[in-house]
């Protein structure tokens, strides 16, 4: 084989981009799953949220409702600001800046000049606004965000928080417990004496002598009532981490934070100016934003996307967000509305509607479920792994499940029974069989330190298992009686088969591995992912549509065969355990704390939460194709951050230019071509966009 083609599509295949386009959304945790650094409230009804994956939420309602307004990028949004209910500013990694004029529907992105990590920004005033960052990052603007420029300081430091009682005092914190100050709007800067190395994380001042600042490191309280001459530290607990401080009064101050030992939010609370506080344990987890109205009302936020809202001051907290965070590998539907997902400590959920509600009916607090599977709409079984060793079962449609006996002690991690009666079973070493309902397992096959992990039957006779290492694929013709080795000989581990008909099959596993094969499974033909990411799933619901699912969210969806496989936008950096389509155009994915998202158009229609932002127009971004496919012409867009020489060609896929589009300096700006195919073949083709040392390559199909 030709290696300058194989090191040459490499090259393109890494490149390959996520599609922009949402195509799946959320249906569990609602209102989305991840971790929230950050909350603002303006009244007692209009709220923001911000978080990982550039995540923005917006409530209108004091937070019983929440809309999902971006969520579509590996940025982490981790502060934001609004100075009325319409003008907003939220910061994040990557020098990113977001501003929005009409109450969060619609965010642009603002020229911060920096790629630095942008950790606070408050507004000042309606004009007047401040972020601050990682290395010595300090930036102002004067027309409300949107212009930015630096302050030039001699003071280094990595900047987490800010607080301005008004435009000319201020405080800065960050590592190393330092602190510094201004007393004329940022034209000089000067250090203050923290008495500590631990690392504060925020700062708040409720007007310019009286303010509080809050560590990471073991619950660690500074408070100053002269501007920060003189800081008195506290210290009312050891463990807990604390990540915001807000004051609600000249006495009342509130503190949220997190309890790692006891995995539990944590609020601490001063009624009298700092002079002493009071410890309260949030049973939620991770607790990172916090907002306060006034003595009663607030709202905290934190880890896997969870929100809750107190109105007595923080006494008690109850839940705005829905669903379980447990991570959950199996999942089997009956048909389009009615399904079923199991696993970290015995859950088990079922819908009738498609996913849109999900009712609880766990089994208790086992280790693991980890595959469920129906037979007909009453008959079900669930299974454990070699773990806790446990088979349920339900017959009434999984309203409720019974544990069945397990003399055996067998533990599995996948199952698939052709009757109420007959079936298969695999964990462990072992191929298992049952003729009784699950009740009693035969050990048809065994091979010493494999780890069996996926069975599908394409028919009554002919199933796949696959498992660890290099004899990891083995075949039965007859129902599960016997088996055989199929070696794949490339010693890596497959967690999932998709048995499509007698002779076809797909399978997939670690380090981005996909094989097809075409005859029943005797042979194997590799095929390319354009990733190096596990894969835990595949399904298909002909020979033709597939999708694959795994860690880091990455889906992947054929229509083809498997010739090309095509990324999508899950939504979610969480890892994807499972997968399954009932039909062309309906299916799940779930996986990591609780991760369930669906989609009802795969790659045809997308289904959009909130509004798309584009990243930041300071680099260079070659978009996707449109149409994709297309016949025999498609445009390019492709943005130019300033004058720059721009080149870009197209290759087929034995890596032979057959195009160049672009090859001349270009301004700053937005740019749309046109590629015309007229005279070529059908089939797979590359473009590539070249400025100086950046590089970025697409993939796209010419379909005759």
């Known amino acids: 084989m030709n290696l300058k083609f194989i090191s040459f599509l490499s090259l393109l295949l890494i490149n390959l981009p996520i599609n922009a386009q949402q195509q799946w959304f959320w249906q569990n945790p609602l209102p989305q799953g991840h971790l929230l650094w950050d909350v603002e409230f303006i009244n007692s009804n209009e709220g923001w949220a911000v978080g ?93 965000g949107e212009t930015w420029t630096a302050e030039s300081h001699a003071i280094s430091g990595w900047w987490n928080a800010l607080s301005f009682s008004d435009v000319n005092t ?20 000067y250090s203050q004496s923290s008495g500590t190395l631990n690392e ?29 001459t003189n800081w008195t530290p506290s210290q009312p607990g050891y463990s807990e981490f604390l990540y915001k401080v807000k004051y609600i009064d000249s006495s009342n101050i509130r503190i949220i ?12 609370k001063s009624t009298n100016g700092g002079i002493t506080w009071t410890n309260q344990s949030i049973s939620v987890g991770q607790l990172t934003g916090l907002s306060f109205l006034d003595i009663n009302t607030g709202t905290a936020v934190g880890s896997d996307g969870k929100i809750i809202r107190t109105t007595n001051g923080g006494t008690t907290w109850f839940d705005r ?52 599977q129906f037979v007909n709409s009453n008959f079900g079984t669930a299974v454990g792994t070699v773990i806790n060793k446990v088979i349920f079962r339900t017959t009434d449609s999984g309203n409720s499940w019974f544990e069945i006996p397990n003399p055996g002690n067998w533990g599995f991690e ?46 009554q006779y002919n199933g796949l298992v696959v498992g660890g290492n290099s004899m990891n694929i083995v075949k039965t013709t007859d129902g599960g009686e016997t088996w055989t080795n199929k070696l794949s000989g490339l010693g890596i581990v497959l967690h999932s088969v998709s048995f499509i008909d007698a002779i076809t099959a797909v399978t997939v596993g670690e380090e981005g591995i996909i094989l097809k094969s075409t005859d029943g499974g005797t042979n194997w033909i590799q095929q390319s992912s354009g990733t190096t990411n596990n894969l835990n799933a595949v399904s298909f619901v002909n020979l033709y549509d597939g999708t ?37 155009n309906k299916g799940t994915a779930i996986g990591e704390d609780g991760t369930i998202i669906s989609t ?63 090859n001349e300096e270009k301004s700053a700006g937005e740019y749309e071509i046109e590629f015309n195919a007229v005279n070529l073949p059908s089939g797979i083709y590359f473009y590539q966009l070249r400025s100086g040392n950046y590089t970025e390559t697409k993939k796209m199909i010419l379909l005759r």
């Open 52 to 144: 990982k994956y550039m995540t923005i939420l917006k409530t209108t309602d004091g937070g019983v409702n929440w809309t999902v307004k971006s969520s579509n990028s590996s940025i982490d949004l981790y502060s934001v600001s609004f100075i009325n209910n319409n003008d907003g500013l939220t910061v994040g990694s990557n020098g990113t800046i977001l501003r929005t004029t009409n109450g969060g529907d619609e965010w642009s992105v603002q020229n911060s000049n920096t790629s630095h990590s942008l950790n606070d920004v408050k507004f000042i005033n309606q004009n007047f606004a401040r972020v601050v960052g990682s290395e010595s990052t300090i930036l102002k603007s004067t027309d409300g």
């Open 170 to 189: 201020g405080t800065i914190v960050g590592l190393g417990g330092k602190i510094i100050r201004t007393s004329n709007g940022g034209l000089n800067w």
């Open 200 to 228: 504060l994380t925020d700062v708040y001042f409720y007007d310019s002598n009286n303010g509080t600042a809050v560590s990471w490191d073991h619950c660690f309280i500074l408070t100053t009532t002269n501007g920060g």
């Open 257 to 268: 934070g997190y309890n790692q030992p006891a995995n539990a939010g944590i609020m601490v």
């Open 321 to 372: 967000y829905q669903g379980i965070r447990n991570d959950l590998y199996g999942m089997w539907f009956i048909d389009n509305e009615n399904g079923f997902v199991v696993g970290w400590s015995g859950k088990i959920l079922k819908t009738t509607n498609g996913g849109i509600t999900w009712t609880n009916k766990s089994v208790g607090n086992y280790n693991y479920l980890e595959d469920v």
């Open 414 to 459: 996948d199952i698939f029974l052709l009757t109420e009666n007959y079936g298969v079973a695999v964990g462990g070493n072992s191929i298992c069989l049952t003729t009784d309902s699950g009740y009693n397992w035969t050990r048809k096959f065994y091979i010493y330190g494999i780890l069996f992990d996926d069975v599908d039957f394409c028919d």
């Open 548 to 584: 694959i699912v795994g860690d880091g969210g990455i889906i992947l969806k054929t229509n083809d065969g498997g010739n090309t496989w095509l990324p999508q936008n899950s939504l979610t950096p969480n890892d994807l355990y499972n997968v399954f389509f009932t039909s062309l």
């Open 600 to 662: 009802s158009q795969p790659g045809v229609v997308p289904v959009e939460q909130g509004n798309e932002i584009k990243l930041s127009p300071k680099d260079f971004l070659l978009s996707q194709n449109y149409p994709n496919p297309f016949n025999p012409s498609t445009k390019i867009k492709y943005v130019v951050p300033q004058f720059s020489p721009v080149q870009i060609k197209v290759y087929d896929i034995l890596g032979k230019e057959v195009a160049t589009l672009v």
